[in-house]
């Protein structure tokens, strides 16, 4: 190698050596500065002399064209304490785009994607403590348009919080995020659904939320949710109380329900966005839930509770609800009661329980439209055996809160019900035979009124002396559970009886027991137990033939007249 060479390979290494120092030193003292100053005052718009935010580091590649940020750490101030209510933690942006040539054209910054890895934040559950609004004193100095077709967050985890540093309505949850064609004008208002996004997707793990009642927890495994198209699926989906059914109760110290609740997965279909603080919906599907409620009737019932029916929640409800559609698929339901004065306990339950809730709204406009009805449809399994369908229809403008109710239950052996009869009350059911019921009622908020037609064959009832705790029972009970109440209806001189619903409503009490102690009466008059509604009588083939024959009609050829 000559002198020449050597003298040009030492310049030119010297001078690229020159550029990296310089690069290297314009990097981190201008572009890091630079960047602080800019995303700080854009964050300064929403949250004005509130924000506390910096960066580590900043990487450049020029001929890869990447760029990366690591550390980002910022503050969200309390405007009054001054102490922090909200951060955020960044381990890692990455952005990278095609050309130079067409990163910056008609002020617009073009970037082909931005990934966001170990995103942490921790906020208050309540939107409104981080009064984002817009302050005209913190306009940015600069205009740009930033047009990224590709964005996604992962390995990341967001914290709510109720209060500070209470477990009590607390959401934990891990998440990712994917969305596309992305279009932000900082002299504009941001507006994802007027071409501001292309396409989102948000992906939830692990999702634990303790109520802020401190009594109940939420539990999702995971969540797919896609905004713009207005779809979610949840999965493996599980409410429960915090405490046992013991403690819950103790603590409570007055009688309220232990719910437990799962679900397979929960599903949303048109779902609207588009309007603040509202929910809207085309389609709820809930399939292959269970419910479990258990109550504890050692604990009273306080005077001053009062439980709204249904529509009149929906009503009472801050935020526009629509909800076109409610599916459920294949739910379990059970109920479980601990009688006053007693440890064990009688079971009610339900399998197969497929049903339908049409038109949940409190808007004017869809009530109207919707002709103001909501509409049950239900069909169950009792116990797993007899057929059980309902039709319940509530009137949606009605100031009396007026609905109506229809029926029925197949053929199924009464036994079944010892189940729940034996160890809450002390009578057993010897045997018997429920071979259809049909039952029409209505109502309003408070009363309901209707009929029942039960027919049933060899019932038999056994009332014990004593209980299976050893309390005496009164030997009379029995006597009158086998001769007062009647085996058979129709009875065998041919007579139905009708039974007849009537029931008070006990506010302190859900919609669902107003609905069960309606049906409970009606099963009480026609065993005789309350008056009936009515006492009809069945004509045999018979006794029907010798009615027409009276009037002339159908005589026999050979009867002499």
């Known amino acids: ?44 718009k929403f949250w004005p002399e509130r924000i506390d935010f910096e960066i580590d580091k900043i990487n450049f590649n020029f001929f890869s064209k990447k760029a990366s940020v ?81 964005i996604t967050i992962s390995n990341s985890e967001m914290r709510f919080y109720e209060q500070k540093p209470e477990q009590k309505g607390q959401l934990f949850t891990k998440y990712k995020v994917h969305v596309k064609d992305v279009f932000y004008d900082n002299e504009k208002d941001f507006k994802p659904l007027e071409k501001g996004i292309g396409e989102a997707y948000v992906y939830l793990d692990e999702t634990d939320y303790y109520l802020p009642d401190g009594f109940h927890r939420l539990q999702i495994a995971e969540s797919n949710f896609e905004p713009l198209s207005g779809k979610l699926t949840i999965k493996n989906v599980l409410f429960q109380p915090i405490y046992d059914w013991v403690k819950f109760a ?18 949303l279909k048109g779902m609207d966005i588009s309007l603040e603080k509202s929910f809207l919906g085309e389609e709820i599907r809930v399939y292959q839930p269970s419910l479990t409620v258990m109550r504890d009737k050692n604990y009273i019932l306080p005077d001053d509770r009062f439980v709204p029916i249904f529509v009149d929640k929906i009503e009472q409800m801050e935020m526009p609800v629509f909800i076109r559609k409610v599916l459920v698929e294949n739910m379990y339901l059970e109920y479980v009661e601990k009688p006053d004065g007693k440890q064990k306990t009688g079971k009610i339950y339900f399998t197969e329980l497929n049903g339908t809730i049409d038109n949940i709204t409190n808007i004017a406009d869809s009530v109207t439209k919707l002709e103001a009805s909501l509409n049950i449809n239900a069909s169950t399994k009792v116990f797993g055996q007899g057929l059980l369908t309902a039709e ?58 209707g009929e029942m037609r039960f ?81 009809e009588k069945e004509f045999t083939e018979k006794e029907d033939e010798n009615f027409w024959q009276k009037l002339g009609f159908g005589k026999n050829k050979d009867q002499k007249q």
């Open 70 to 150: 690591s550390d980002i750490n910022f503050l969200i101030l309390d405007g009054q304490e001054g102490d922090s209510l909200a951060s955020v933690s960044i381990g890692k942006i990455t952005v990278d785009w095609e050309s130079y040539k067409n990163f910056f054209s008609n002020d617009t910054i073009k970037i082909i994607s931005v990934n966001l890895d170990r995103v942490v934040s921790n906020g208050p559950f309540d939107f409104e403590k981080l009064n984002t609004q817009t302050s005209d004193t913190t306009k940015s100095g600069s205009k740009f348009k930033i047009q990224v077709n590709e």
């Open 392 to 449: 319940i229809t509530y009137g949606l403008q009605t100031k009396n809160g007026a609905f109506g109710a229809k029926g029925s239950l197949k053929t199924m052996g009464l036994i079944h019900f010892n189940e729940f009869l034996d160890d809450v009350f002390p009578v057993k059911i010897k045997e018997g035979q429920a071979d259809v019921v049909y039952f029409n009622f209505g109502g309003t908020r408070t009363q309901s009124s």
């Open 250 to 267: 103790s603590l409570k110290e007055v009688l309220s329900n232990h719910i437990t609740f799962k679900a397979d997965s929960i599903s």
């Open 455 to 535: 027919k049933y064959s060899n019932l038999k009832i056994e009332v014990d002396t004593k209980d299976k705790e050893n309390n005496l029972q009164d030997n009379a009970l029995s006597f009158l559970a086998n001769i007062a109440l009647a085996q058979n209806n129709p009875r065998p001189n041919g007579k139905f009886r009708v039974g007849k619903i009537e029931f008070e409503r006990d506010t302190r009490k859900s919609m669902f027991n107003f609905w069960a102690a309606s049906v409970v009466s009606g099963f009480k008059s026609t065993l005789g137990a309350t008056p009936p509604a009515a006492i």
């Open 1 to 44: 190698m000559n002198n020449k060479t050597q003298w040009f390979l030492g310049i030119l290494f010297g001078f690229i050596l020159l550029i990296f120092l310089s690069w290297q030193l314009v990097k981190n003292l201008k572009i890091k500065k630079y960047v602080e100053n800019t995303i700080q005052s854009e964050l300064n």
